[in-house]
């Protein structure tokens, strides 16, 4: 059903699309991640276990954690590409029509041969903008560390999630020269091990996924005295633990500073982590400290919760910088 409700917006999106920047360039970042078509269901509350709940029909969309952050990065204003696998179906046809409108350059994004589907994500959304999110992986899982190809050594950065292949995301950081930053935005935690963290510049979990990832309980990270502690136990020097209202708390190596976050009114989350880390990077490559960069960041996440979908309000750089501007004036 997806593939079908998608094929009418791939229609209308066919036709000369242009990248919005020369393929002679290289990129600055390039992403190697998942790409899902987003079926987003909204209730009133998110069901208990057991509980059945009615919805209205849902609303079709682009998402997946690479494809998110990609197109974050592009309408931020960075030249980006993309490392992925899509099906060969309607649904992949309009996931890559899409990445090209704004502005993602997709060469690196294969198309698989009949009988893989393009990844799907179901996504419950309550009317406090909150979510819960089920991934059919798809061609997702189906990336591999040739698909990544080489990294043209004038890209500043690779930045990876997790909902691919560990041998993708391992290629997609040991591929990385020295001077480039890497990335990697261990969602879910669970394909990382401590050899991959060894060839990660920066890491950026959230609290569920730090939890995962030192082995502390969910109880222990209630505070930010838990959260410091179990930072402290990571490999990384560079770390950036979103909390969703609270804000970010960063590691600098032995440096740790809680970066609040703005109150905005809110529509919808999902994807406000991906936008995070697009804006934590494109400022890390402008040569922003990471406690700056993570200001930049948090305040790119909260704007990116104004409209429903991961990718439907995602703010350029003006938004950004108009936004921080403004809050310093506060």
């Known amino acids: ?50 509980e059945t ?19 974050a990065l592009a309408v931020l204003g960075r030249r980006v590409a993309l490392r992925a696998a899509v099906g060969s179906d309607a649904a992949g046809s309009f996931l890559i029509d899409n990445l090209r409108r704004l502005g993602v350059e ?12 393009t990844g799907e994500a179901v996504i419950l959304l309550d ?17 591999t560390a040739a698909d990544v190809g080489p990294i043209d050594p004038e890209t500043a950065a690779v930045l990876v999630q997790c909902e691919v292949p560990v041998d993708a ?19 879910p935690a669970g394909v990382v091990d401590v050899g991959l963290l060894e060839l990660v510049d920066v890491l950026v979990p959230n609290r569920v996924e730090l939890a995962q990832l030192t082995g502390a309980r969910d109880d222990e990270l209630n505070d930010l005295v838990g959260v410091r502690a179990a930072l402290a136990a ?16 960063v590691r600098d190596g032995q440096r740790y500073e809680l970066v609040p976050a703005p109150v905005v009114p809110v529509v919808d989350t999902t994807g406000a982590g991906d936008c995070f880390c697009a804006a934590l990077t494109s400022a890390l490559i402008e040569g922003a400290d990471l406690i700056d960069a993570a200001n ?19 703010p350029n750089r003006v938004e950004v910088d108009s936004f921080l501007a403004g809050a310093a004036n506060r």
């Open 1 to 50: 059903m997806v593939a079908a409700a998608a094929c009418s917006v791939a229609a209308a999106a066919a036709g000369s699309v242009t990248t919005g920047w020369g393929e002679a360039e290289p990129a600055e970042v390039v992403v190697v991640g998942s790409a899902n078509v987003d079926r987003v269901v909204r209730i009133d509350r998110l069901p208990r276990p057991g």
């Open 53 to 71: 709940v009615l919805a209205a029909d849902p609303r079709i969309g682009a998402g997946g954690k690479g494809a998110n952050q990609a197109v």
């Open 106 to 117: 997709t060469s690196g994004v294969r198309r698989l041969g009949e009988g893989v589907g």
């Open 127 to 143: 009317r406090k903008g909150e979510n819960s999110i089920v991934v059919i992986e798809g061609a997702n899982r189906r990336l």
């Open 169 to 187: 995301i391992r290629a997609a950081l040991s591929t990385a020269d020295a001077g480039q930053l890497r990335v990697l935005n261990p969602a």
């Open 234 to 249: 990571l490999p990384v020097p560079r770390v950036v633990v979103t909390l969703g209202a609270v804000g970010a708390l």
């Open 296 to 314: 930049v960041a948090v305040a790119a996440a909260a704007l990116s919760t104004r409209a429903i979908g991961a990718q439907g309000g995602l």
